[in-house]
């Protein structure tokens, strides 16, 4: 029987993905979500058609950037009239307006067309963990590079038992051998006096 799905309604049926933006990276963070906003992660993703997932982040306010982005990047738009060039820091922005600052930076990840809006209409910003879709999530996030590092102390600690375990074993060994050794020593020491007193 052929696993083929073709382009039906199960193929484009749209998922519900999970992101928590609790101490990530934000531009790493925004390439993952543009991704799936434009379903590139799909093998029926085609540029022309609008076949991406849903995606709800959640603790908008406690995403981090790089270097020193905190302090020096700045967000403008203009007004229309002359002059009207503004100007938000960074600092600012997460205080008024936290959300903004992730959909502006999944907003000049994707392609700049017709479909960008209608992408960015399932882009769902949350600034704390609690939204009104937990029902529909699917698929929860996880960062490789957060995965990577809880692996990498899981193997560390991982080592650090085996490392304890190994020393406790070689410690008991040499216990052993040591109590051998002391009974052997008796052993020739009661086997020596018995000779002594038989000879004398």
Request: one cysteine or more; charged letters at 30%; proline letters at 4%.
């Amino acid at each position: 029987m052929s696993q083929a799905i073709g382009k039906t309604g199960l193929a484009y049926s749209r998922v519900w993905h999970l992101v928590d933006a609790r101490d990530r990276i934000l531009g790493r963070m925004s390439t993952g979500i543009a991704v799936t906003l434009m379903g590139k992660h799909k093998p029926i993703f085609d540029p022309a058609s609008d076949c991406g997932d849903y995606v709800v982040v959640i603790n908008a306010k406690e995403v981090k950037v790089t270097g020193r982005k905190a302090e020096q990047k700045v967000y403008r738009y203009h007004t229309g009239y002359p002059g009207g060039l503004k100007e938000i820091p960074y600092a600012r922005m997460m205080e008024r307006n936290p959300t903004d600052i992730i959909r502006r930076a999944v907003s000049g990840m994707l392609p700049k067309n017709k479909l960008r809006e209608t992408r960015l209409s399932r882009l769902l910003i949350f600034p704390e963990d609690k939204h009104p879709y937990e029902g529909n999530l699917i698929k929860y996030y996880d960062d490789p590079w957060q995965k990577n590092l809880a692996s990498a102390s899981n193997t560390e600690g991982n080592s650090n038992k085996n490392s304890d375990s190994n020393t406790t074993k070689a410690q008991g060994q040499i216990q052993q051998i040591a109590s051998v050794e002391k009974k052997s020593d008796k052993d020739v020491r009661k086997a020596s006096k018995q000779k002594k007193e038989k000879s004398s």
